[in-house]
């Protein structure tokens, strides 16, 4: 498997089915006289920044820890360990409700859409 061809980009799940976003970075830990290794999947707009250059990700995560706090400043990292299975979707072993993933998502529903007349 092409791990950066076959995943990157490709739809995250948890356990319930519910989709967490697109894969957008891998976490490959090095080691002296062995292959890498993958130990987590980075989702999220900074690892999606990142992806364009340096300055673009420390833009985005200035730009996420002023409006979100210091822990929305680094990407969204999964255990490699939590994966399930890899098809169309890759499916992890966890619940996205008790991950601060959708805090932005659920800030923005609460203060701007949830403003607008007829939301």
Do not use: C
């Not at 739809?11 to 697109?22: C, S």
């Not at 002296?32 to 990700?57: D, F, M, N, Y």
């Amino acid at each position: 498997m092409k791990l950066l061809r076959d995943m990157l980009d490709k739809q995250v799940v948890d356990r319930e089915q519910v989709k967490i976003g697109k894969l957008d970075g891998l976490v490959a830990e090095l080691r002296p006289g062995k292959p890498p290794r993958i130990i987590a999947i980075e989702v999220g707009s900074v690892t999606l920044a990142r992806r364009l250059g340096r300055l673009p990700g420390q833009w985005m995560a200035r730009l996420a820890a002023k409006l979100g706090g210091e822990r929305h400043a680094r990407p969204h990292r999964i255990p490699w360990s939590k994966v399930r299975d890899i098809g169309v979707d890759i499916e992890f072993d966890i619940d996205v409700r008790e991950t601060a993933i959708f805090d932005w998502q659920d800030w923005l529903r609460d203060h701007v859409i949830g403003r607008i007349p007829g939301a």
